[in-house]
C-alpha cells in the first residue's frame, strides 16, 4: 500500500533554517508535493519534485532522492508567518494519480 | 481571477440527516476534487471529477457522494450523517487533475451533533 511518514511537530527559532523530512512508500512514483496550511485556512501549494535533486523558489527549497524514497522540505530565514501545518503529498501511479498525503507536520516557530 | 469558492463555511447538523456542499472550481479548471480533513490528520481522498465524470474514488462508504455540471461546479453529498463525519471538507481545483499544483478552497467546516 501507499504511505508517508512526516515528523508530526517542528520547533525552530525566528532567523533560522529548519528541514522538514517526508518519507513516503508507493508503486509507480510520478513526484513530490509540498503544501502549506495555516490555521483555518486552506492548503497552498509551495512545490513540487518530479525528478532527483534540489528545486529553490525564494526561501523554500525542496529535495527528492527517488532512490531513496525521500524528500524535505527547507525554509530558511524563518519568520514567524511561517508557523504553519506542512504537508507531503505523493502522486503515484498505484493511486491513479491522485494525490496522497501525509499527516502533516506543525512548524512552530519561537522569536 | 476569482479562486476556488466553496459554500456553506460552517454548517451544523444532527446525525441522520443529509448534506449537501457546493464547490466552484477557478473558471477553465476542470478537475474538482474532494478531501476530508480531521485535526492531525492529513488529507483524506473522496473523490475526483473531471468533466461532469467520477474519475477516481476514494475509500468511503457509499453514503458519501458526490456530481459535478458542465459548468464544472461541483457537489458532495453525504447521506446518514454519523458523528464521524465531523470534519473540515476541503475542494480542489486543477487544469486536469494531474496537475502538479492543485488550488484549493477555503473549506466548509462541518459539525455533526
Known amino acids: 500500500g501507499q504511505s508517508l511518514e512526516q515528523p508530526s511537530e517542528v520547533t525552530a527559532v525566528e532567523g533560522a533554517i529548519v528541514q522538514i523530512n517526508c518519507t513516503y512508500q508507493?508503486?509507480?512514483?510520478?513526484?513530490l508535493s509540498w503544501y502549506q496550511q495555516h490555521d483555518g485556512g486552506a492548503p497552498t501549494f509551495l512545490s513540487y519534485?518530479?525528478l532527483d535533486g534540489l528545486e529553490e523558489t525564494g526561501r523554500f527549497s525542496s529535495f527528492l532522492s527517488r532512490s531513496d524514497s525521500y524528500g524535505y522540505l527547507l525554509l530558511q530565514e524563518l519568520q514567524m508567518k511561517d508557523s504553519a501545518s506542512y504537508f507531503c503529498?505523493?502522486?503515484?501511479?498505484?493511486?491513479?494519480?491522485?494525490?496522497?498525503w501525509g499527516a502533516g507536520t506543525k512548524l512552530i516557530i519561537k522569536p | 481571477k476569482a479562486g476556488v469558492t466553496q459554500t456553506p463555511r460552517y454548517l451544523i447538523k444532527t446525525r441522520g440527516q443529509q448534506v449537501t456542499l457546493s464547490c466552484s472550481p477557478i473558471?477553465?479548471?476542470?478537475?474538482v476534487s474532494w478531501y476530508q480533513q480531521t485535526p492531525g490528520q492529513g488529507l483524506q481522498f473522496l473523490f475526483e471529477?473531471?468533466?461532469?465524470?467520477?474519475?477516481n474514488k476514494g475509500n468511503f462508504p457509499g453514503r458519501f457522494s458526490g456530481r459535478q455540471f458542465s459548468n464544472s461546479r461541483s457537489e458532495m453529498n453525504v447521506s446518514t450523517l454519523e458523528l464521524g463525519d465531523s470534519a473540515l471538507y476541503l475542494c480542489?481545483?486543477?487544469?486536469?487533475?494531474?496537475?502538479?499544483?492543485?488550488?484549493f478552497g477555503q473549506g466548509t467546516r462541518l459539525t455533526v451533533v
Open positions: 480542489a481545483s486543477s487544469i486536469t487533475g494531474g496537475n502538479t499544483e492543485a488550488f
Open positions: 473558471s477553465g479548471h476542470r478537475s
Open positions: 471529477y473531471f468533466s461532469e465524470t467520477q474519475r
Open positions: 508507493t508503486s509507480g512514483f510520478y513526484g
Open positions: 519534485n518530479a
Open positions: 503529498a505523493v502522486r503515484a501511479m498505484d493511486s491513479n494519480y491522485q494525490l496522497i
